[in-house]
């Protein structure tokens, strides 16, 4: 198994997003939850991004989550995007 380093990307067009509460849709049926489509518009060329962090205000970590395969932002005007979703799961899952 491979460990990847995280390390916050710097500069390039990014900067760290806040996920609203309200921006949230709850399914109770699957038990989930996913935020609201978070976008960055990147300025140059940044590399590879692998996953990403997800933290409260106060920069405790809540998870990490890496992308199944990790995406190149090799121009600019590149964008990256996605929705953080979270699932409860049993230990059985």
Known sequence: MSTLRWTEVEGFGYKPVSLKPRGWSIDKKDISAEAEQ???????????????????????????EPFQTAIDIKN???ILGFRPRVRYATRSE
């Open 76 to 78: 600019k005007g590149d």
């Open 38 to 64: 978070v976008k960055w518009s990147f300025t140059g060329k940044l590399g590879r991004v692998a996953g990403f962090t997800l933290e409260m205000e106060d920069g405790t970590m809540l998870w990490r």
